[in-house]
């Protein structure tokens, strides 16, 4: 199972995602924390002797990376105790199934991870999980570990709202800016403009609010959020130019998470948890809810 990618289907999902978040009065960033996800002790008990997973729910503890500044994905304020998006709420249920409670800050810390340090994060042991708008990619499976995806999503244009651009053909030449470290700066050197790179999202955003850059370039889930923080000024543009499979980072010194972080997104696909995760995130543009993706398969030990 897998999201449609028709491109109907691709404008229908942008068109309510941006109509209801706009009519929203830019409340994609909003202090609602979520669902409300309790450990689960019984699950905890059965994880494997001997395992990383063993270990974290042993200790009590663990670290996940997630972005700060990308509303419906990961964000947090100076004042949230939690940061919140679909990316939360689907490491909320892995980190449940360690018998440890989301909330609970002495269990779970929430690292702000940016693009350029989350394979750094990993292998040096700063987080345990990464779920941060994570592209699973060849070049990131050769330093760590990732499995999913949990969402599929694809590559668009953020641009002034007084813009008379369409697509990133009439960006050639042109400076787009994204994040250091993600793909998206490759997909649009592809794409004949040139990638620049910003230490952060809303720095890049700010980059096109005064036009120091032409657009910014990422997946339109992240875009369409900024669009609604940014109601008249900023709008989301063009067909996706390229096809996101957003996973789970872990340690690649811990092969044995993976069957695990599979295993309980399958549960979650069945038990309808990942789809309430959608709902109350993504969902709330008032975009129907899509079929789980389809998982990869584990490396063979």
Known sequence: MRFIRSKGAVAAFGLALSLSTLAGCGDAGSDDEGRDV???????????DGSRMKEIADAGKIKVGVKFDQPGLGFKTATDDIPTGFDVEVAKILVSKLGLDPSDPSQVQWEETVSDNREP???????DLVLASYSITDDRQKVVGQTGPYMITGQQ????????VESID????????????????????????KGVGFDSYSECVQKVLD?????MSTDGAILMGY????????????DEFSEEN????????????????????TEAFDDGSWAEAFEVTLGKSGSETPDPPELNDCPSS
Do not use: H
């Not at 309790?38 to 494997?48: H, N």
């Not at 244009?157 to 008379?164: G, R, Y």
């Open 121 to 127: 994060f990993l292998q040096n042991g700063k987080v």
């Open 38 to 48: 309790k450990a689960d002790t019984d699950a905890a008990e059965s994880l494997p």
């Open 211 to 215: 036009g120091t850059v032409e657009a």
């Open 157 to 164: 244009l953020l641009v002034k709202s007084d813009a008379d």
């Open 246 to 265: 957003i996973g789970v980072g872990y340690s690649k010194k811990e092969p044995e998470m993976c069957q695990w972080i599979n295993d309980t997104l």
């Open 170 to 193: 009439d960006l050639k030449g042109k400076e787009i800016c994204s994040v250091t470290g993600s793909t998206s700066i490759d997909r649009i050197n592809e794409q004949g403009a």
């Open 227 to 238: 669009a609604a923080e940014n109601e008249g000024e900023l709008k989301v543009v063009g």
